[in-house]
């Protein structure tokens, strides 16, 4: 046996991190088994951070070459994806930097290596040079995250054909792509490409994108897709995936047929739970890879705690370093409230996107009496001043208590001023209300300032 441990921790992403940080400062012994050779996860390598760092350098051309001042004097900035993956890779050599010192200033041991079950309380590490550790666990947490999801019939091995995980690495020069898939990963990839002037195709198995979201806004964020140019096709299957020398072929179950330079296969992931004989320990994953577990994060077998994207939806960064603290907590027999209920949703298309509560669809169905209040960017001086006018917030509140039920958002730092909403929904009654945001006094020029504009609009409203 090479260690002892209170609490073993499998996989380096927020999950992980979360549960490995919460133990371990609470005075547990704590290791972590990572098979990248990295730690950060593919939060840190593959998902969100070198996802949002493309985006910004997006971003930051778009502006550059929008800006009246630079467009008068001729400049306009031209890049290809290899130069901007750059900015990206700088992003993610510093969260590595940072992340590995929480492990070293806190003496967490990191086992290099593909964790597999021996027993409950027995994990092996199978290192690349063949060699193995074993650890023994109090307490085991599984963070292993997911992958994108490749249908066996696709072949991804096509210098064409990508997934969320290797579009970072394309170096192609490409002036069209389809997007296979609209959920946020789809949509947030179609949003950049199209920012980058490339023609894209957006194909959506439903009948409308993100249809989580409430209406309002899955009807804005479609508006502007279109009006930047993207084609979205909605109530599509793909029949089969046809790669060429010169392009991809995607034949749709209709008989339509998009040919673009390169596809991105954007639908669905699978929760990477395969390979740590886990049927061993009689823990039994649904057909995605998903780890059913209880509502304290804990499988079918008490002290082994799953964590994160390995056990489905929402499958966000954020929400997995929230349950991994909090399956820690369950281990060192602390009291924290459950996470779960009030995750906002940032999604990083062009409009951005944040939202937190009940949409219109939701407190209609359950005929609960609610008002709303709207604010719409373009009247709003610091957006006028930034010249991102698009975009609108909206405050759903209850006509009789004021209680807000729902914020919903598109358009440039929503998933940043979410907060502030998020911060008063957090209030217990009755400080939880819209009065809040009539009596507060804001800075001024601010985006903030669209919770004031909203909340008047709503309460004057009511009769
Ligand atoms: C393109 C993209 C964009 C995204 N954007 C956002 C966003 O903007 N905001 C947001 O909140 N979320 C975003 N996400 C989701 C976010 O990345 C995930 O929710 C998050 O990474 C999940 O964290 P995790 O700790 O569960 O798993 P991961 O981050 O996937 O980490 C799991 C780790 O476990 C390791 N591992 C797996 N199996 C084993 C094994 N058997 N042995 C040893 N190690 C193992 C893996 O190597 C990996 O390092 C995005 C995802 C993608 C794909």
Same mark, same amino acid.
């Not at 929008?66 to 008068?72: D, H, I, K, T, Y």
């Not at 890879?289 to 209880?294: K, L, R, S, T, Y």
């Given at each position: 046996m090479d260690g002892q441990y209170d609490?073993?921790?499998? !996989?380096?992403?927020?999950? !992980?991190?979360?549960?490995?940080?919460?133990?371990? =400062? /609470?005075? =547990?012994?704590?290791?972590?088994?990572?098979?990248?050779?990295?730690?950060?996860?593919?939060?840190?390598?593959?998902?969100?951070?070198?996802?949002?760092?493309?985006?910004?350098?997006?971003?930051?051309?778009?502006? &550059?070459?929008?800006?009246?001042?630079?467009?008068?004097?001729?400049?306009?900035?031209?890049? @290809? @994806?290899?130069?901007?993956?750059?900015?990206?890779?700088?992003?993610?050599?510093?969260?590595?930097?940072?992340?590995?010192?929480?492990? $070293?200033?806190?003496?967490?041991?990191?086992?290099? !290596?593909?964790?597999?079950?021996? $027993?409950?309380?027995?994990?092996?590490?199978?290192?690349?040079?063949?060699?193995?550790?074993?650890? /023994?666990?109090?307490?085991?947490?599984?963070?292993?995250? #997911?992958?994108?999801?490749?249908? #066996?019939?696709?072949?991804?091995? /096509?210098?064409?054909?990508f997934d969320s995980d290797t579009i970072l690495h394309c170096s192609l020069d490409v002036k069209s792509i389809t997007v296979y898939g609209a959920g946020v990963i789809g949509c947030e990839y179609a949003s950049m490409f199209r920012n980058l002037e490339i023609k894209v195709n957006l194909v959506n198995q439903r009948d409308r994108l993100l249809d989580f979201l409430d209406e309002e806004i899955v009807d804005a964020l479609s508006y502007h897709l279109r009006?930047?140019?993207?084609?979205?096709?909605?109530?599509?299957?793909?029949?089969?995936?046809?790669?060429?020398?010169?392009?991809?072929?995607?034949?749709?179950?209709? !008989?339509?047929?998009? =040919? &673009?330079?390169?596809? @991105?296969?954007? #639908?669905?992931?699978?929760?990477?739970?395969?390979?740590?004989? @886990?049927?061993?320990?009689?823990?039994?994953p649904d057909s995605r890879?998903?780890?059913?577990?209880?509502?304290?994060?804990?499988?079918?077998?008490?002290?082994i705690f799953a964590v994160g994207d390995v056990i489905g939806p929402p499958a966000l960064a954020s929400a997995a370093y929230t349950q991994g603290r909090y399956a820690a907590c369950q281990i060192l027999g602390t009291e924290v409230s459950r996470p779960g209920l009030d995750i906002p949703t940032g999604i990083y298309t062009s409009p951005e996107i944040s939202s937190l509560g009940k949409t219109e669809r939701e407190l209609t169905e359950a005929s609960i009496p609610y008002e709303v209040g709207h604010s719409q960017f373009r009247s709003l001086a610091r957006a006028?001043?930034?010249?991102? &006018?698009?975009?609108?917030?909206?405050?759903?509140?209850?006509?009789?208590?004021?209680?807000?039920?729902?914020?919903?958002?598109?358009?440039?730092?929503?998933?940043?001023?979410?907060?502030?909403?998020?911060?008063?929904?957090?209030?217990?009654k009755p400080y939880n209300s819209l009065l809040y945001f009539i009596n507060t006094t804001f800075n001024y020029p601010t985006m903030a300032e669209a919770y004031r504009v909203a909340a008047l609009n709503g309460y004057n409203r009511l009769f």
């Open positions: 609490v073993v921790v499998i !996989g380096t992403g927020p999950g !992980g991190e979360g549960a490995a940080m919460q133990a371990v =400062k /609470h005075g =547990k012994t704590v290791a972590v088994i990572e098979r990248d050779p990295l730690i950060g996860g593919s939060c840190t390598h593959r998902g969100t951070i070198p996802s949002k760092a493309l985006r910004y350098a997006i971003f930051q051309i778009m502006e &550059t070459n929008q800006n009246p001042l630079f467009r008068e004097r001729g400049i306009t900035v031209d890049c @290809l @994806l290899p130069q901007l993956q750059k900015r990206a890779k700088s992003v993610i050599d510093q969260q590595v930097r940072l992340r590995t010192t929480f492990y $070293d200033r806190n003496d967490v041991p990191i086992f290099r !290596g593909q964790a597999r079950f021996i $027993d409950e309380h027995t994990v092996e590490v199978g290192k690349e040079d063949g060699g193995r550790d074993v650890l /023994h666990g109090e307490h085991i947490v599984i963070a292993t995250g #997911a992958r994108p999801y490749r249908p #066996a019939e696709v072949d991804f091995d /096509h210098p064409r054909v009006e930047r140019g993207v084609i979205i096709r909605h109530r599509e299957t793909f029949d089969r995936v046809e790669p060429r020398d010169d392009g991809v072929v995607l034949h749709l179950k209709s !008989g339509k047929q998009l =040919k &673009t330079d390169v596809l @991105l296969w954007g #639908a669905g992931r699978t929760g990477n739970s395969d390979g740590m004989n @886990l049927e061993a320990i009689g823990i039994q890879g998903n780890i059913p577990v209880n509502e304290h994060f804990q499988t079918s077998v008490p002290h006028q001043i930034t010249g991102r &006018t698009v975009g609108m917030l909206k405050i759903l509140f209850h006509r009789e208590t004021l209680e807000i039920l729902g914020i919903h958002c598109f358009g440039a730092t929503a998933s940043e001023i979410i907060h502030i909403g998020q911060a008063v929904m957090a209030l217990p």
